[in-house]
């Protein structure tokens, strides 16, 4: 059985940073992709950033490149978001997806499994 479970998201000041983490149980990674999305109240999930493992270069959101980073450590099963200069409208519940497929995908509908879900509220 497939489990991912985020951890990290609190609330933060606008400019700080911020650590997400996503534990990731029964599933094989080769070769496999995860991606990071996030949903703010009344809106739609929205990707953040995806990566194949052992793959090529992460990618992003355009919207938001540069200031969030993805990262993987095999060692830990964990996969990583780094959110820097947050804004209150970084402000959503922020998912951890896994997808059966080498290939990345930045639509919702691409990954297979999903985590619960830290919530990440910024203030001004």
């Known amino acids: 059985q497939v489990q991912l479970v985020e951890s990290g998201g609190r609330l933060v000041q606008s400019g700080d940073s911020l650590r997400l983490s996503c534990i990731v149980s029964g599933f094989n990674f080769v070769h496999k992709s995860m991606g990071w999305f996030r949903q703010a109240p009344g809106k739609d999930y929205e990707f953040i950033a995806g990566?194949?493992?052992?793959?090529?270069?992460?990618y992003y959101a355009d919207s938001l490149k540069g200031r969030f980073t993805i990262s993987g450590e095999a060692a830990k099963n964990t996969v990583y978001l780094q959110a820097d200069s947050l804004k209150p409208e970084d402000t959503a519940v922020y998912y951890c997806?896994?997808?059966?497929?080498?290939?990345?995908?930045?639509?919702?509908?691409?990954?297979?499994?999903w985590g619960q879900g830290t919530q990440v509220t910024v203030s001004s």
């Open positions: 990566f194949t493992w052992g793959g090529a270069n992460p």
């Open positions: 997806a896994a997808r059966d497929s080498q290939f990345g995908g930045t639509e919702y509908s691409a990954y297979a499994y």
